[in-house]
């Protein structure tokens, strides 16, 4: 499978491409696997990968391959395929059916120069693992062979669109590139530097808090990449999905993994593409869609959408607590559910606090969760902000969580440091710029028209998870290095749990939300992170 032709490909020299065709299934695509390496390190690079704007390869070769022992890898060429000793695995998994034999082989897989559009596809699945490029740390106003890093769909490129598609994105990015110094300037004025920081540090928060603030101006199309890890049977769902997808590019990448998976993992993969098993299964999920889809448009012909808050408690059980206090208890009886919801019903106020405190325990950081009695309690919220947020919170993959398609509808808000750096305007006219091309690319290229909305347009979407889920997600994503987009939404959430939902003991042992407003967003990470980095050194 060849790779895209708008995908920019790295040359390497003699020397670099003999040590990599030990490690990768390709040198030259968008879509390898990683092997006949250590799982530490594999999951080291991914753990670099996510802030840094090299390609795995290039990150490979440059700040890992000098610190490993390669002499014995000498006869390897996994640009080859892999030879596996795969009977028993055909026997069992492809001939019998056995699905859980693909859960006991997995694989690192790079999908690098993918959109933002595809990126949120290819996170879909919840048994996997994912890191993606941060528009907190990489800037997006360096250029990828001379281009700016953006998706050039072959079949917009060839239409009477294409030439107007490429030349708005390019003024999209030229305005991104002119705001990041002026509102880093601006960010120096409002947050000066402590004597106690170093300039490193220093430098670190402003440059984070500027590129948090500019990043809405990005369209959907803007280039990522994203380290996967996942077993056989979630690349065969993943798989089966992408196939069925409206979008172009989901259906080029799936064919690309499919075949580096096969290098590794074949015997898991075969049913993909034969048409009596995974082709009837994607014809299944595409005929579902299409067939919803038609109904849902002459339900709601002409409606618009209802003015609501951005984040909307629309589900929760009024009785969750006397349910979670049950919960928490029955593991330590031999009594009925019943029986004991029904005197959790008759305990008194001090009674459930101190079985709450039992249960939650000395919480010394918020990484101490307490147990699954949490899981009993459902909250459903109906979210609508900006894209650039849902990108941080989609990845929770542990809930359910279902998004409309991205479009300009919904309006954007600018933030506050770019107003403050009198880029207002600026900001508008990109804004503006990038509605107009999605209007015009709306008809022709459905699926598509998401590569033009910039990230500060707001999309909607609904998450549904139980209360010790909403635990990990409300604390991790309001911790004051957050950006503030998501932390507002999760701050929120919190607040409805409590006051609306009446969940107080349950918001109270969530005891990590952050409710403050910092400045420097990643000031106190970085200073964390520079101490480590001093104690490792010394």
Same mark, same amino acid.
């Given at each position: 499978?060849?790779?895209?032709?708008?995908?920019?490909?790295?040359?390497?020299?003699?020397?670099?491409?003999?040590?990599?065709?030990?490690?990768?299934?390709?040198?030259?695509?968008?879509?390898?696997?990683?092997?006949?390496?250590?799982?530490?390190?594999?999951?080291?690079? %991914?753990?670099?990968?996510?802030?840094?704007?090299?390609?795995?390869?290039?990150?490979?070769?440059?700040?890992?391959?000098?610190?490993?022992?390669?002499?014995?890898?000498?006869?390897?060429?996994?640009?080859?395929?892999?030879?596996?000793?795969?009977?028993?695995?055909?026997?069992? %998994?492809?001939?019998?059916?056995?699905?859980?034999?693909?859960?006991?082989?997995?694989?690192?897989?790079?999908?690098?120069?993918?959109?933002?559009?595809?990126?949120?596809?290819?996170?879909?699945?919840?048994?996997?693992?994912?890191?993606?490029?941060?528009?907190?740390?990489?800037?997006?106003?360096?250029?990828?062979?001379?281009?700016?890093? %953006?998706?050039?769909?072959?079949?917009?490129?060839?239409?009477?669109?294409?030439?107007?598609?490429?030349?708005?994105?390019?003024?999209?990015?030229d305005a991104y590139a002119e705001l990041v110094p002026e509102v880093q300037d601006w960010c120096r004025e409002q947050f000066p530097k402590d004597p106690g920081d170093s300039d490193f540090v220093y430098r670190q928060s402003i440059r984070a808090k500027a590129l948090d603030a500019v990043r809405g101006i990005l369209p959907a199309a803007s280039l990522s990449n994203v380290g996967i890890y996942g077993t056989g049977q979630a690349y065969e769902a993943l798989l089966l999905r992408m196939r069925a997808h409206p979008l172009p590019e989901a259906r080029a990448y799936s064919d690309l993994m499919l075949?580096?998976?096969?290098?590794?993992?074949?015997?898991?993969?075969?049913?993909?593409?034969?048409?009596?098993?995974?082709?009837?299964?994607?014809?299944?999920?595409?005929?579902?869609?299409?067939?919803?889809?038609?109904?849902?448009?002459?339900?709601?012909?002409?409606?618009?959408?209802?003015?609501?808050?951005?984040?909307?408690?629309?589900?929760?059980?009024?009785?969750?607590?006397?349910?979670?206090?049950?919960?928490?208890?029955?593991?330590?009886?031999?009594?009925?559910?019943?029986?004991?919801?029904?005197?959790?019903?008759?305990?008194?106020?001090?009674?459930?606090?101190?079985?709450?405190?039992?249960?939650?325990?000395?919480?010394?950081?918020?990484?101490?969760?307490?147990?699954?009695?949490?899981?009993?309690?459902?909250?459903?919220?109906?979210?609508?902000?900006?894209?650039?947020?849902?990108?941080?919170?989609?990845?929770?993959?542990?809930?359910?969580?279902?998004?409309?398609?991205?479009?300009?509808?919904?309006?954007?808000?600018?933030?506050?440091?770019?107003?403050?750096?009198?880029?207002?305007?600026?900001?508008?006219?990109?804004?503006?710029?990038?509605?107009?091309?999605?209007?015009?690319?709306?008809?022709?290229?459905?699926?598509?028209?998401?590569?033009?909305?910039?990230?500060?347009?707001?999309?909607?979407?609904?998450?549904?998870?139980?209360?010790?889920?909403?635990?990990?997600?409300?604390?991790?994503?309001?911790?004051?290095?957050?950006?503030?987009?998501?932390?507002?939404?999760?701050?929120?959430?919190?607040?409805?749990?409590?006051?609306?939902?009446?969940?107080?003991?349950?918001?109270?042992?969530?005891?990590?939300?952050?409710?403050?407003?910092?400045?420097?967003?990643?000031?106190?990470?970085?200073?964390?992170?520079?101490?480590?980095?001093?104690?490792?050194?010394?």
């Amino acid at each position: 499978m060849s790779a895209p032709a708008t995908y920019h490909r790295e040359e390497w020299t003699h020397e670099e491409a003999d040590v990599l065709r030990r490690y990768v299934t390709n040198l030259d695509g968008p879509v390898f696997a990683l092997v006949n390496l250590p799982e530490v390190v594999k999951g080291a690079l %991914f753990a670099r990968y996510s802030r840094t704007h090299k390609s795995l390869r290039r990150l490979f070769l440059d700040e890992f391959v000098g610190e490993l022992d390669i002499e014995g890898d000498l006869s390897i060429d996994a640009t080859v395929g892999l030879e596996r000793a795969e009977q028993l695995y055909d026997k069992v %998994f492809f001939e019998y059916g056995d699905d859980s034999v693909a859960q006991l082989g997995g694989v690192h897989l790079a999908c690098e120069q993918s959109s933002n559009l595809l990126t949120k596809i290819l996170e879909w699945g919840r048994l996997m693992a994912y890191l993606e490029q941060s528009t907190r740390y990489i800037a997006y106003d360096a250029r990828l062979g001379g281009r700016y890093r %953006f998706h050039r769909d072959p079949e917009i490129l060839a239409s009477p669109l294409g030439t107007r598609y490429v030349g708005d994105m390019d003024r999209l990015f030229d305005a991104y590139a002119e705001l990041v110094p002026e509102v880093q300037d601006w960010c120096r004025e409002q947050f000066p530097k402590d004597p106690g920081d170093s300039d490193f540090v220093y430098r670190q928060s402003i440059r984070a808090k500027a590129l948090d603030a500019v990043r809405g101006i990005l369209p959907a199309a803007s280039l990522s990449n994203v380290g996967i890890y996942g077993t056989g049977q979630a690349y065969e769902a993943l798989l089966l999905r992408m196939r069925a997808h409206p979008l172009p590019e989901a259906r080029a990448y799936s064919d690309l993994m499919l075949a580096e998976l096969r290098k590794v993992i074949p015997s898991f993969l075969k049913r993909v593409d034969l048409p009596d098993r995974g082709g009837a299964w994607s014809d299944y999920l595409r005929g579902t869609r299409e067939a919803t889809e038609e109904y849902a448009a002459k339900l709601f012909l002409d409606e618009e959408p209802a003015a609501v808050p951005e984040v909307s408690l629309i589900d929760w059980d009024p009785e969750a607590e006397d349910k979670a206090l049950a919960a928490m208890l029955y593991p330590y009886t031999s009594l009925p559910e019943q029986q004991i919801f029904d005197r959790v019903q008759r305990m008194t106020a001090d009674e459930r606090m101190g079985l709450v405190r039992a249960y939650a325990g000395d919480r010394s950081n918020r990484r101490h969760k307490p147990g699954r009695a949490l899981e009993r309690v459902d909250y459903r919220f109906d979210i609508c902000s900006d894209y650039g947020a849902f990108r941080d919170l989609q990845r929770h993959r542990m809930m359910t969580i279902e998004w409309q398609p991205l479009s300009p509808r919904h309006g954007y808000d600018v933030p506050e440091p770019v107003q403050g750096a009198g880029m207002a305007d600026r900001f508008h006219e990109a804004m503006h710029r990038s509605a107009a091309l999605h209007d015009a690319l709306a008809e022709r290229f459905p699926a598509a028209a998401g590569y033009a909305v910039s990230l500060a347009y707001k999309v909607r979407y609904v998450m549904h998870f139980n209360a010790r889920e909403a635990m990990h997600l409300l604390e991790l994503r309001t911790g004051p290095q957050g950006h503030p987009a998501y932390r507002r939404v999760c701050q929120e959430m919190h607040r409805l749990i409590d006051e609306q939902a009446g969940h107080h003991a349950l918001a109270a042992m969530m005891r990590y939300v952050d409710h403050t407003e910092p400045g420097l967003e990643r000031l106190e990470a970085e200073r964390r992170a520079e101490t480590r980095r001093q104690s490792s050194s010394s």
